[in-house]
């Protein structure tokens, strides 16, 4: 029997989970519908289910499985085994790793910023370097670090939250409690606030056309395509977004000297415009220091699979 | 023969070296002039005269040393064993470990302020946590990262500059090239220059005599000592002071959740006064998710010769 290993991404909408080899390929997949509704029980159960499923189906395909990760949103406890925190699917203090014990199987669990950072250091986007970071700019911005090919998830897994770092005092405020953290002005949320300012004030931009004239119609790509097709106004809010997302990712540098930056998450979609204004304004913007290695800005290449591929890492056997 | 340790701590006017057992205890102490006006050869000649005279004293005592740990300031090379770019003492690529070769003892080389870290974090004030963070408050803001009782220097040993995270897009500019740094606001300089400005707006402020009417006479202490004895004026200094430390603490956190924070550096001699605040600063604005782990504010205790047991400890084996 060759070694297999499971990954399982436990999304909003559904719980994706893969049968994975040592080289990160995928060579079975199964999923099931999030559902919560009824408390954490039948959702355990029902990915119990899914997962002793997996596991049959590797033992037919020649694997034993040797371990299984998740990536779960919110906040976990790596140590325990547990969800303790994820508030949009209702979940406080789920022991996953205690309601599987009886698979005689390792589990492991991550948040999923994290596992997709791993996924796309191991064999994605920055493959072949041992320090990446990975920030995801969605709805919110989430961040997983990958430091010496492995996770650094801090103490007891709950830090590496780069987008709750404050980098306007007194800034716009946050979903977390804190002002001003750097997930206000690099998020499709923020993107989409600074476009409708702009928007206000430039009557004539194309963006307004672009939207059908609703306001309520911008969305994180309106400011990119206008910008590409000229649009002064549109320019205007990508120039604002580029030095905020820059400065953040500035402070991602002193802290980590990371070899590689993965963008990821919805603004991810303007690929090779997005990647080269962002490089640009690192190189432009270099902490002073000298002799400072650089960090490659890379587009994060897994994207759907990243969270099954990333999640299985976590019970591959240490480099 | 036991086994035996040097750690060396290049500073700006003398370098210090000690025979450190693996206790933490220094059992032997000696120094050397810094001197560079010559170029780097005689500062290393001189180096490695008082190394290997601590190597005979050594063995004499009956250690035998095991491994030779070097803290130096500004930029190194910890894969290379070099000291980059150390723009105080006028060192530029300077290579420790190959000149010390011939000693046949494994070299390491590591930024000061990562030493320091190390030490606090093995036998001083951060003893029994894993996972620790130390901020120096000086002229500058120094930082040393410690992950599961490792240092943590980001790639190449060049990261972990915490003081160089901007806090504050557009904020003060900084000797590093950006605007806005946490060393802007949290350095004594910083404190200094905000004291100086809130004098300049409280005529009345007892800050005035107790920097004899002379404004250049005011230091890292005048707001501290003033706001003790109740004045007004010295208290909002203190306030805005504790205001952005503890953004930027807050940003530590959310990044490596660390069991202790420690606080060094001129600022520090606050001793319970300084903690205290800081500590309630983080605790009323604590991240808002739930479920994080507390950091504790501590003081740095080893002060004089943390370098030289923290430069020391790199030699230490792994645990």
């Given at each position: ?28 997949k199964?999923?099931v519908?999030?559902?919560t ?6 959702f355990?159960?029902s ?11 590797a033992?037919?395909l020649?694997?034993?499985i ?5 990536g779960a949103?919110g ?8 969800i303790?925190?994820?508030?949009n ?7 996953v790793r205690?309601y599987?014990?009886d698979?005689?199987?390792?589990i ?16 994605g986007a ?12 969605g709805t919110?911005?989430g ?14 897994g709950?830090?590496a939250?780069l987008?709750?770092m ?5 800034g716009?405020?946050c979903?977390?409690?804190?002002r001003?953290?750097?997930e ?21 931009s194309?963006?307004w ?16 395509e ?7 106004a549109?320019?205007q ?11 953040g ?6 802290i980590f000297?990371?070899q590689?930056?993965i963008?990821?998450g919805?603004v991810s979609?303007?690929k ?6 962002v490089?640009k ?9 000298h ?10 290449a ?11 890492i ?6």
């Amino acid at each position: 029997m060759k070694n297999g290993y499971i990954g399982v991404d436990i999304g909003g909408m559904s719980v994706k989970a893969g049968i994975v080899t040592i080289d990160g390929k995928i060579i079975k997949k199964d999923r099931v519908p999030t559902d919560t509704s009824n408390g954490s029980e039948p959702f355990l159960a029902s990915m119990k289910t899914l997962i002793v499923g997996l596991i049959k189906e590797a033992n037919k395909l020649g694997y034993e499985i040797k371990g299984i990760g998740f990536g779960a949103p919110g906040v976990v406890n790596s140590e325990e085994g547990t969800i303790d925190y994820a508030t949009n699917l209702k979940l406080y203090h789920v022991k996953v790793r205690e309601y599987l014990k009886d698979l005689n199987i390792p589990i492991y669990i991550s948040n999923d910023a994290n596992v997709a950072a791993l996924a796309e250091q191991r064999f994605g986007a920055a493959k072949g370097y041992h320090d990446a970071v990975m920030i995801t700019l969605g709805t919110g911005v989430g961040s997983g670090i990958v430091i010496n090919n492995k996770l650094f998830e801090g103490n007891l897994g709950k830090g590496a939250e780069l987008g709750h770092m404050v980098i306007v005092v007194d800034g716009e405020e946050c979903n977390c409690g804190r002002r001003g953290c750097f997930e206000r002005y690099a998020s499709t949320s923020a993107l989409i606030r600074e476009t409708q300012e702009v928007m206000q004030q430039n009557k004539e931009s194309i963006m307004w056309n672009y939207c059908g004239y609703d306001i309520n119609r911008v969305d994180g790509t309106t400011s990119f395509e206008c910008a590409k097709a000229g649009d002064k106004a549109a320019n205007q809010v990508i120039d604002t977004y580029i030095k905020y997302l820059g400065e953040g990712l500035l402070n991602v540098c002193n802290i980590f000297r990371p070899q590689a930056i993965i963008l990821g998450g919805g603004v991810s979609a303007q690929k090779d415009y997005l990647k080269n204004k962002v490089q640009k304004y690192l190189e432009d913007h270099y902490y002073g220091y000298h002799e400072t290695p650089r960090s490659e800005v890379v587009i994060a290449a897994l994207t759907n699979d990243a969270g099954i591929i990333g999640a299985a890492i976590l019970g591959f056997p240490e480099k």
